[in-house]
Structures are given as C-alpha cells and as structure tokens.
C-alpha cells in the first residue's frame, strides 16, 4: 500500500515543485496538478479488447483462473491496473465472455477519466464497472478529488460511499465536501450529493440534504456565485442568482436582490436559440422602492427588454429591440446590463426585412423613450417602409442606387402635428481609376412630398399659439445633388523595410438651396430626430470644397504601424435650410484631424480633434496612450475634451484626465483601478479600485466605485457622489477556466474601459 501511495502522490509532488514560471498562466499551473491521460482513447466494446498482463510470478488454474504477484501490471484498452496480488476469473455466462480482476493488498488504477488508490477491489474487465473500498480518486485531465469508503463504477454514473470532494489539488485543503452518498454522472458532467457538508479548511460551516454541482463544461441548472456590498444609493445589498438550464437552447437566469434601503429586486433573464434565430427577453421589478431620495410619484420600479433576431425563411430578417423602463431616472437609480443614463434614451424598435441581390424591403416602427424630463415629446415612425434597390456596372460603367421610403410621423403631444412623408432618392454613380488614382462622379436627387396635419388639440389654442404649431397641409421638396471625388495614393519605400503611403483627395459638392421652413413647425426641427439637421426633413444647401489627406506606414511585414489623417470643409456659399437661419458661414471651415501611431505590439497611441466652424469652438478632442503588454497588464492615459453645447442640458464642458490600471501578479492577484478627474468641475467623476486572487480552485473578489451622480433636488454647481462596494466569493476548479477577473472589473464604473485604436 505504501508503494503504491508513494507513486500516486509522488506527481502531484513533483507537478507543485516544478518551476511555475514554466507554465503560461493558472489554467495550465492548475492542469499541471492533475494526471494525463497520453495516447489515443479506444473506442469500442471492452469485451472485444485484449488484456495484457505481466507480472514477477503467475499460477495458472486451467483456463479459467490465474493468480498474479509481484509488480502486477494489466492493460486493457485504456485501462491500466497496477497491484501486488491480483486473481484473474474468466468465464462465460449465456454466451457472454465474463473476466474479473479482484485485487489486495493495495492498487492504482487508471482510464481515460479517472485514477484511483485503493487496498482492495473487484474490477469486471468485459465492462467499465468497478466495486472499490477505502478509495481515493482524482479526475483525469480536469480538477476533482477526493475519497471514499466504497467506490463502484459504472459507464454512466460513478457512486460513492462516504465520500468528499474537492477541486483543490492534492497539496490545498481549502475547501472541500463531504456526504454519506455521491453520484458522478460521466456523460452528463455533474455531480449529486446527500446529506452534503460544506468544509473550509477541514471544519464544517454548511449543511445541505441535497446539493448538486458540475464536473465538466456542460451547463447545469443550480445557483451561480453571489454577490454582495454596500452603497449609499443601495445600502446594504445581496444578489443570488439561479440558473436554470430548461433545454439545450433555452436558458433562463433568476436573481434576487435585497437592498437594505430600497428593498427586493428580482431580475430575470430568458435567452432562446432556434433555427429561426435568437431571443433575449429580460425584467428588472420593485415593487416598492423605499429609497427616500426617489421623488416619483409611482414607487414600483421596473424594466422590460427584449432583444430579437430571427431569419424567417431565407430571405426574411425579424429584428427587435425594445427598452422601457417605469421612469426616467431607472438607469440613475440601478445598475442594469440593460441600458445606461448616458445614452439619454431607451430605443424600441421592430422591424422586418426582405434582401434580394438587387433590392431589399424593410418595414419598421420606432419610438422613444425619453430619460430628459424637459426634452420635448419624441416623434415615432409608425410605420416606416424602406425600398432600396442596387445595380452596380450598367453598361460596364455607371452604379445606379434608388433608395425610397414612406413614413408616418405621430406625437402623444396633441399640440404637436402629424405628417406622412414620401421620399424618393436616385443616385448614379461613375467611377473612373487608373493606375494614378481615380475620380467619382455622383449625382443624386431628394424627392419629398410632405402631408401634414394639426395636431389634435389644435383648436384649443390661442390664436398666437395656433401661429407656432401651424403647419402646411402639403409641402413638396426637390433637390438636386452633384458630387465629384478625387483621389490617389502615392508609396515610398525606405531601406529598412518600410514603406509610406500619402493618400491626397478632395471633393466638391453642390445643393441648391430650398427654404424648408414649412416642414414640421416652424422655426422648430423636423421630424427625423430632436437633433437640428439630422435626417431628411431639413437638407443644407451646399457649396463646398473638402480637402483631405491621408498617411500611413506600413513595416516590413505590411503591419500598419502610423497613419495620420486631416480632413477641411471650405464654405463657398453660406449652408441654410431656411431662408433665415444661416447653419455654416462662407469662408469658414469644419476639419478634423484623427492619428493612430502602432509603437509595437505593447505601445498603442491615438487621437482625435474636431472643430466646429459654426461656433468657432473645438466640438471635442481626447487622446490616448495605451501600454498592454498581454491581454491581462494594462495602462492606459486619456483625455477627453466635450464642449457643453454639443451635450443636452448639461452646464459644464467635459475636461477628463483618467488614468486605466489593470495589472495580474504571479497568476493569483488582478488588480484594476481608474481614476477620472473633471478640470470643468474640479472634482473626480469616477473612481474604481478592484482586486481578484485566485488560486486553483477558489477566488475572492472586492471593488469599490465613487462617482458623480445627478438628483431632482441638486442645487445648481453642486456635485454629488455615490458609491458602490461589492464582493464576490467563487469555488473555482469545476471546468477548465481560469480568468484572472480583469475583463469584468473593467467594465466597472460610469466610464467603463474602450479600446480606442483603429489600426
């Protein structure tokens, strides 16, 4: 027994000690500690495969027993079994070759899925069952120990008598769990266990009469890893999730979440996958939110989102994306994966669409959801029908494109008017390219017939009133659009490889002017959007020159490794869709600069910068320096730079300095932290710091977040903060997988982490 103990632990042994800095990361340091299985594995019926066997000494008793001793070693198939003494009956029951091992003494056996210790065992060789006592085991190729009095082996199940279990590896007594009986089911990779207690560090701290968990990568229905903390929007919170796997392509995930301040939450998400395409259906419910700075009327607070893509037919596409939440301030209040605060929105949306090589039919309706208590009511498209039709090479020279659509606009504002837009949209294309460059002929044309109606509450105005909102029961639009590209590339190339590409072009482009002051109310916007001159219903006349250059260059492989790129907008004509309102001056100039510079694999730099000829003012600029030398080490120093008047009610311009931390030490510590500081306000506005350690088979997790937070009743130029501590406990070891942490800590915060390098 000696012998054979020595053999079996001696690997794990010899796995701890080898050097850790030979292997890649934990996953590989973990699989280290496990046995292998080398070579191919037999398929096939184990009755049909030979046994081999050898030995210092053999009696054989006719044909139907045989007695082994002395360095036993027997092979069959996959199967190895190694003993001292080993008694070997063959016999044939119902025409059925029947062959049995029973062995003493002490063994070590192992197959492609398990290894086994034990004094004493009865293995049936024209099968896979076994009948072993006072065993130990470990999986093979995958974490999972443990010991029990009786093991018995079957090809679906493993069951265990008195047994423990435990991902840690042979040297960690970290956790483990003990229970009376133990079923491993093999094909379908997951475990059962009666009366189960939980033990860390060997002493018992929980008791369960039933508890079930994987043993491999299948998905498996059961609770997921909690989460707890504190804030000082929340209180004290705790969330527990459920997993319920229904069906091979249907899941649903169940959380319940207690927030001392606020009170329960339940948040459920439905997930379904069919030939037909894929489904996301998703709520978030409290019932009574008990915060006491939520001045809503309604104290139930809710979300629904469905997210939907589906191929109907084969030429057919149903797509959904559908937000709502019960009130503005929802995503202030909650942490959703469902929707953020800065998008200012919630997007609902159905459409259905019909592709064809030439052409394609889209049917769609759209509205919003508003987070702006003072916004203006949004328009929705309800319905909106899109043709598009394509034929590229008419007479091997011109590309002709016909893009038409009707929409009908309607308001829950009465004041407010109804219209039906008619657009018809021809473009022809001819391109023209040698070996110099190559020149773009485009002319375009917007057809738009307008029908309008006064909203319903119309007569209820006073005479000034009925002024503002009314319109013109038919408005026809008609512009035509000449454009001509120019462009070429010129390369160099340097002794060491390199080479420089310098891409020149300018364009000129022409719309005559129309005074479209008729659409929509007047001297307000169109329907398309709340943003001025966005979408169809007010085009700018044009009369300008765009230049622009690009260059790159590119290393000896052809790797990108620098481009930088300037674009200019010369007015030659002042830019109006109204005969009063002047968009952008003669004379003056948009441009934008963007540069990418690719240092080497571990050094990225970048940046951008706008100007806004309208104002004269930069519009935005931000840069950024990015070190990451592996996906799990991070640095990362930006700044970005917004003007107030290009964001919707906010006071102050954005002047952000933050600094991105993301490091892993020794294949156990991950630490993240951020840090963003606002020049404008002169305060941070968002402040992380998180830790992951992880070891083989568990993991323990903290962050804490500090950012600026906006309330009905904040005083002007006042700052408010809120924070969030969460903590997260995980038994690690049951698949494969081992992240360091750093890709989840990273989308922590108000301002989560992008990679904003192009190349």
């Known amino acids: 027994m000696k012998k054979n103990h020595l053999s079996f632990f001696s690997f794990f042994i010899l796995s701890a000690l080898y050097p850790s800095k030979s292997w890649a990361d934990l996953s590989r340091q973990c699989l280290a500690g496990v046995p292998h299985f080398s070579g191919d594995v037999v398929e096939g019926n184990p009755n049909q495969l030979p046994v081999y066997i050898e030995a210092d000494n053999a009696i054989l008793n006719k044909n139907d027993e045989a007695f082994y001793q002395g360095n036993v070693q027997i092979r069959q198939g996959n199967r190895y079994l190694g003993a001292q003494l080993a008694q070997v009956e063959q016999l044939t029951e119902k025409d059925q070759l029947k062959r049995d091992v029973t062995v003493s003494g002490g063994f070590d056996y192992q197959d492609n899925l398990i290894y086994l210790l034990g004094e004493k065992a009865k293995i049936n060789l024209s099968n896979r069952s076994a009948d072993i006592s006072d065993g130990l085991y470990q999986l093979v190729d995958r974490q999972g120990r443990g010991d029990a009095k009786n093991i018995v082996l079957n090809d679906d199940f493993r069951l265990l008598k008195d047994a423990t279990f435990t991902t840690c590896l042979s040297n960690d007594n970290s956790w483990s769990i003990a229970a009376t009986e133990m079923r491993q089911y093999i094909q379908e990779e997951y475990a059962e266990m009666w009366n189960a207690r939980f033990r860390v560090a060997g002493v018992p701290i929980f008791y369960t009469p039933y508890l079930q968990f994987p043993i491999g990568d299948r998905r ?166 899109n043709f598009n039709y394509y034929r590229d090479n008419i007479g091997h020279l011109v590309d002709f494109h016909l893009f038409s659509q009707a929409t009908q606009f309607k308001n829950d504002n009465k004041r407010l008017p109804s219209a039906w837009r008619f657009h018809v949209e021809p473009k022809f294309v001819l391109p023209l390219s040698n070996r110099y460059g190559g020149i773009k002929f485009t002319t375009k044309l917007y ?93 700018l006349s044009a009369n300008q020159v765009t230049l622009g250059a690009t260059t790159r260059f590119y290393d000896e492989n052809g790797v990108e490794r620098f481009n930088l790129g300037v674009e200019q907008i010369h007015y030659l004509t002042d830019a109006r869709a109204e005969t009063d309102r002047i968009k952008e001056s003669k004379g003056t100039s948009d441009w934008n600069l963007t540069a990418n510079y690719y240092i080497n694999s571990q050094w990225n730099l970048a940046a951008n910068y706008k100007y806004d000829a309208e104002y004269q003012r930069t519009s935005s600029a931000n840069s950024f320096i990015q070190f990451r030398p592996s996906d799990e080490h991070l640095l990362q120093l930006g700044y970005r730079y917004i003007n107030q008047d290009e964001l919707q009610g906010y006071q102050y311009d954005i002047k952000q300095l933050g600094l991105t931390a993301a490091w892993e030490f020794k294949d156990n510590w991950a630490l993240v932290g951020k840090h963003y500081y606002d020049f404008a306000l002169k305060k941070p506005v968002d402040q992380f710091v998180g830790f992951q350690y992880n070891t083989c088979c568990w993991s323990i997790s903290a962050g804490l977040n500090r950012y600026v937070v906006t309330r009905s009743d904040q005083k002007p130029n006042e700052v408010l903060y809120d924070h969030n501590i969460g903590f997260r406990f995980e038994l690690r070891g049951f698949n494969n997988k081992h992240n360091p942490g750093i890709d989840r800590m990273l989308k922590n915060g108000k301002i989560p982490y992008i990679q904003p390098f192009s190349l």
Do not use: C
């Open 447 to 539: 057809a738009t017939r307008y029908l309008q109606k006064d909203g319903a509450d119309f007569d209820k105005l006073t005479p000034a009133q009925q002024q503002n909102y009314a319109v013109r029961s038919q408005v026809n639009r008609t512009l035509p659009e000449f454009k001509v590209n120019l462009n070429t590339l010129l390369a160099k190339n340097f002794a060491n490889g390199y080479t420089q590409t310098i891409e020149p072009s300018a364009s000129y482009l022409y719309r005559p002017f129309r005074d479209q002051s008729d659409i929509g109310r007047r001297n307000t916007y169109g329907y398309d959007s709340s943003s001025d001159y966005n979408g169809l219903d007010r085009i």
């Open 220 to 385: 498996r229905s059961g609770l997921l890893i909690p989460s707890y903390g504190s804030s000082g929007r929340d209180g004290y919170w705790f969330s527990q999730p459920f997993y319920w796997n229904i069906a091979p392509n249907m899941d649903a995930t169940m959380t319940a979440k207690y927030m001392s301040q606020r009170g329960w939450q339940s948040i459920n998400e439905y997930r379904l996958l069919t030939g037909l395409g894929s489904s996301t259906i998703a709520g978030e419910y409290l019932h009574n939110d008990r915060y006491s700075d939520y001045t809503g009327e309604n104290r139930s607070r809710h979300l629904f989102y469905w997210q939907h893509d589906a191929n109907v037919a084969s030429d057919w596409r149903l797509h959904i994306d559908y937000t709502r939440v019960s009130d503005p301030t929802y995503f202030d209040d909650f942490d959703s994966e469902y929707g953020h605060s800065t998008a200012g929105y919630a997007n609902q949306e159905v459409s259905l669409s019909y592709n064809q090589p030439n052409y394609d039919i889209e049917l769609s309706a759209l509205q919003f959801q508003l987070f702006d208590k003072n916004a203006n009511s949004p328009y929705r498209t309800m319905p909106k029908l």
